[in-house]
């Protein structure tokens, strides 16, 4: 004789067993955590700044950033269109480290030294990537910005915008000239080297200058010091 229970399986053909299986089964899952970040744009230009930091710009292909962000390269370009998206990528994060629109706001003096000053600084922070950078166009919003706030606490002074563009060329080439000698492994001019090779002159202004990063610095500041005397006793402006 069956029981009911019997009867039940024989006609549906699911045993007990069998219907728990199916209900675990089908039963509404919690939302786990992913198990890495969403990729995005940000994550990208993060990574790839991380590694033209370390090893330099050559070395950022789209393998090892993948690799990094542990990712398929094809993941990649879901996000951006190559070396030159990510050109543009990393120079935002650079920018976005000393760009500040309150300058507009500044004595045109205060506003010139400050924007030397940050864009000294962030690019001795990056060095590797002042090469790429500094000759490829610029094709992003936020540099355009930066540019054209510098610009806007000139001429809002009295400024000739020519003036002040050709003044903000000049304050970039020296800022980056001296963010990459910062970085520069020995000491350029080694004034005991110089002493014993016929240069008096050379050794004698050198001779207290045996930190590089420190000479870069100080020589950097005084010569930003200068140009803004300069602008002040030779342009029409306050």
Known sequence: M??????????TGITGTTAA??????APRRPGRPSRPALTEEAIAKEALAIIDELGWAACTMKLLASRLGVRSPSLYHHIDGQHSLIDLVRILVVREFHDPAIVDMPWEDAFRTFGIGYYRAFA?????IQVLSTTPVRDGLTLEMYET???????????PSKAFEAMLGLE??????AYEWNAEDLMLDPAYIANHGAPLLAEVTKERTDQAASAETTFMALLGRHI??????????
């Open 2 to 11: 069956q029981t009911k229970q019997g009867n039940a399986a024989d006609a």
């Open 21 to 26: 299986a199916i209900a675990a089964d089908t």
């Open 125 to 129: 922070r990056h060095p590797n990537t």
């Open 150 to 160: 510098f610009l806007r606490s000139m001429v809002d002074h009295g400024w000739d």
């Open 173 to 178: 080439h020296l800022a980056l000239g001296f």
């Open 229 to 238: 005397d300069m602008y002040r006793n030779n342009f029409d402006s306050p």
